[in-house]
């Protein structure tokens, strides 16, 4: 990971580049921000920046053999402690070192961007709670006790330092206390009331803000290859969290298909094509009962929305301008007559197709019921 591969951040950025070329670096950082804010990414660059031989004013070489561990996270001076649990594969006392081909998997994967939900799903380990163990601490000890094998630091990386457990960070406390030499602990946290007060008094906080929204706009567009106004929206309502933006970004695509697809179904409703809503129920048979279940639901706050807009509501209705121009030009064929039973048919389709009712069957029943029930006045 080079700094240039960072979204925005640009001071934080500048101010770790500035530590290492005047010869300041601090044996313990807490680099502590929101989620999403980009905090293992800048962990690592700041690592490869310290290790790399050939680095310039502003990056690492990126091109050296050191750089070529380090973007693979294989440099044997670079360690690892993140949180844990136990999983099909590993069935008791799980460490962080039993976890880190999925680890580096996982982080590559994601270009450091990176949730413990996320991990947790990556490992599958159920509902469980990932946690950082004595052992853990005991591992990192060993390790660190030896002398660097290649560069001139040994770098430890404790990902969310605030899973530790009290033992746990008992024993990484005395390391903190008494580092050996030429070693750098770059501890990544998002909650400090859920870490040791000693812990925090012995690392020089590094505070990781929110990412800028215009950063992420740009991001949105060079990297997903989102449209311009998807790539506003997303980073206006992402509060500088990538994250949070990728999020809205793949739901944003799933709720264009939601509203393409049912805005299609209720035209051909209106329009009682019996022919085509016979055709329509076919194409969606192959979506899956998820997605046919998520559809029906969309249809039912379409629903909810024509309430609103019957009632003077409008405003508090927060949709893209086409849905809720669609949602606007609907809501006079929801009233008292039928809505009701309108919301009453949705949420038995939805309930048979739980059941494993025939989806293509399901659907035409609705779809002809609609045409009489959008006509009731």
């Given amino acids: 990971m080079q700094f240039k591969d960072i979204i925005g951040q640009t001071a934080v950025k500048q101010r770790l580049i500035q530590s290492v070329r005047e ?71 799980p460490e962080s070192d039993l976890f880190m081909e999925e680890w580096r998997e996982y982080v590559i994967q994601n270009q450091g961007y990176v949730d413990t939900s996320s991990w947790y799903s990556f490992l599958d380990v159920e509902n469980k709670q990932g946690y950082m163990s004595v052992r853990d601490a005991a591992s990192l000890l060993r390790k660190l006790s030896m002398k660097s094998y290649e560069g001139e630091y040994k770098i430890a990386i404790i990902w969310m330092a605030e899973k530790m457990r009290v033992d746990t960070a008992n024993k990484l406390l005395k390391l903190l206390e008494e580092p050996p030499e030429k070693t750098v602990f770059l501890l990544i946290a998002e909650d400090a009331e859920e870490l040791l007060a000693t812990i925090k008094s012995r690392t ?59 805005q299609q179904w209720m035209r051909l ?35 909810r929305n024509a309430l609103l807009f019957n009632n003077n509501l409008a405003e508090i209705v927060m949709l893209p301008d ?22 009453a048919l949705f949420d038995e389709a939805i309930r048979q197709i739980e059941r494993n009712g025939n989806a293509q069957i399901i659907f035409t029943d609705v779809g002809f019921k609609m045409v009489g029930l959008l006509k009731k006045k």
């Fill in 23 to 93: 010869n300041h670096v601090s044996h313990a950082q807490l680099f502590l921000g929101p989620a999403g804010s980009g905090k293992l990414p800048l962990a690592l660059a700041y690592a490869q920046y310290i290790l790399c031989p050939n680095r310039t004013e502003t990056d690492s070489c990126g091109v050296c053999p050191t750089c070529q561990k380090m973007q693979k996270l294989a440099h044997p001076d670079l360690h690892f402690v993140v949180p844990t649990a136990t999983t099909k594969k590993i069935k008791s006392n």
């Fill in 204 to 262: 020089v906080l590094v505070k990781i803000p929110a990412i800028d929204p215009a950063a992420i706009e740009s991001a949105l567009q060079t990297r997903l290859g989102c449209d311009p106004q998807q790539a506003h929206n997303a980073a206006m309502i992402s509060e500088g969290d990538w994250l949070t933006a990728c999020h809205s970004v793949k739901e944003s695509e799933e709720r264009k298909f939601f509203f393409t697809t049912f």
């Fill in 269 to 303: 409703c209106f329009r009682a094509d019996y022919v085509n809503l016979i055709k329509f129920s076919e194409e969606v048979k192959p979506i899956g009962r998820e997605k046919q279940k998520e559809l029906l639901d969309y249809g039912l706050r379409i629903v």
């Fill in 322 to 343: 086409d849905e809720k121009k669609f949602n606007a030009n609907f809501a006079p064929f929801v009233n008292a007559a039928n809505l009701s039973e309108i919301a």
